[in-house]
């Protein structure tokens, strides 16, 4: 759980979160939205929505073990040889926005525009790029305690090339392995900010994760099943998140389990080509992604494709010499279900560092 905040505190974050979200609303709406399902038999599955403001070009690839990489191109970046077969998911070509590996853990980034990532005292270390930092932690990292203890030492300085006509990339992360065990990390002004806990739920954007929690209890005191908040906010969609993934069935029936993500996701995503009159910086739900950690499969959810598809990672050959493989998702308006077998030998992405 996250650390414990007394009711004075959480009256005070709650404030300050509403003040910072009101004004973060009337400005922009980017964003995405985590979900994690914890249903019967083991079953986990890691659901969350991507939203911008016009289409992320977003391919699949799958890596295997054995890879050598570097963090960034910089003199002294970090550098590692990877444990672990992976899947992710890189956006325009450069960046790596989310993945899975073979041991379970998922890791997912979001926006989260109050993310400071250097001070003073970070500057000298070795530079570590937003487009490798998930491969770094999911290349060695088999449980989210392993990715805490490496992150908590903090011995890179992080940052990332602008996108999209000057975007900063200022993100968070959930990280979840398949016993449940869960963190998110955030950067406040270079200093990283661990919270630990067992099946942490819900991710969405800004305020920062203590203060996204102050304004959710006050709605769990409301009672969601009588009230809840409406909008495409970030707090809100936390809200109804975490709400209805508290008050669906627990199946360990994959399919199933994938359906009620998916549905959960449905409640808290931005309907297609959104807009509000006057603000030009609403976001719409472009894709959406599910992982299933205990069965490893990794599904993805274009909004505009009819159906769902998915890889799976059992079947992917992640020995270490093994080549490559890509799933062209510009290709997939015709896809569903298992589409491992679509996937072809690939150069490594190249990242925009």
Known sequence: MHPPISTVMKAKLFAMALALTTLLGAQHAEGCSRVLYVGSDSLRIVGRSLDWKTPIPTNIYVYPRGIKKAGNSLPGSVEWTSKYGSVYAVSYEGGITEG????????????????????????????????????????LCGTTDE???????????????????????????????????????????????????????????????????????YWVKKGGSHTLPGTVSSPDRYVRADFFDRNVEKTGDADLGVAITRSILFNVSVPYTYTIQGDGNISSTQWRSFSNIRDR??????????????????????????PVMKLDVSKSKDYIGDVTHKMFKSKPFTPMY
């Open 100 to 139: 899975m590996n073979e041991k379970g853990l998922v890791v997912n980034g979001l926006f989260c525009k109050g993310t400071v990532y250097v001070n003073d005292s970070t500057r000298n270390r070795p530079p570590m790029s937003l487009a490798m930092f998930p491969a770094w932690i999911l290349d």
């Open 147 to 217: 990715a805490v203890a490496m992150l908590a030492r903090q011995n890179f300085n992080i940052s990332g090339a602008t996108f999209d006509e000057g975007t900063s990339s200022t993100l968070h992360w959930g990280i979840t392995d398949p016993s449940g065990k869960s963190a998110v990390v955030e950067f406040d002004h270079g200093t990283i900010k661990i919270y630990q806990g067992q099946d942490m739920r819900v991710l969405t954007n800004d305020p920062n994760y203590p203060e996204m929690n102050a304004i959710n209890d």
């Open 297 to 322: 499969l990794y599904y993805f959810d274009v909004v505009t494709n009819p159906g769902l598809f998915y890889i799976d990672l059992k079947k992917c050959d992640l020995r270490p010499g093994a």
